[in-house]
């Protein structure tokens, strides 16, 4: 008989929003319970892995450019978070980023959000509202990193896990009691 993931499964578990700030990872999701969806928020200090933050970085530029900031602009954006959202007819993934900038003549800053960008229609056109295919790759990676993070996986997670060595050490001083 197999054994059953403590996990939810990659269709029960969707990824609503990404979040990677300076001392937490925020990460929404809704999962799938007896055919109601149910929503979810997971805040955790836990440092990400550095895969994760690279991507999110990554696309927090790739939608600066997007979204036309001058350079200037684009270095001082931080990506707050990344809204995911996914089509009803066909699955498709689409998302708005939320990007804070410092402006240097405040105090404070300005947040703004992009505009909604989806995954193109298979063999369909382009289009204004279509994220371009690196977004959009980039996207994916992105969830798959979050439900990553959301299963456990963190920058220094082997530090609670459990190694075979440990384990003999475990039953070598019980054997000695």
Known sequence: MAKKSKHPSQEELRITQISLRQDKVVIEVETLHGGEKVKSTMSCDSPPLPDFEKAFRKFGKLMCELMEFSDKWTEAHKLKKIEV?????DGRLGCV????????????????????????????GGGQAFMPEAMCELLKDLIVHARDYYNGERAQGTLLKSTDTDEEENAEEGAED
């Open 85 to 89: 959202k996914y089509e009803k007819d």
């Open 97 to 124: 980023a939320t990007i804070f900038v410092q402006l240097s003549k405040f105090s404070s800053g300005s947040v703004t959000n992009s505009p909604y960008q989806r995954e193109r229609v298979q063999g369909g």
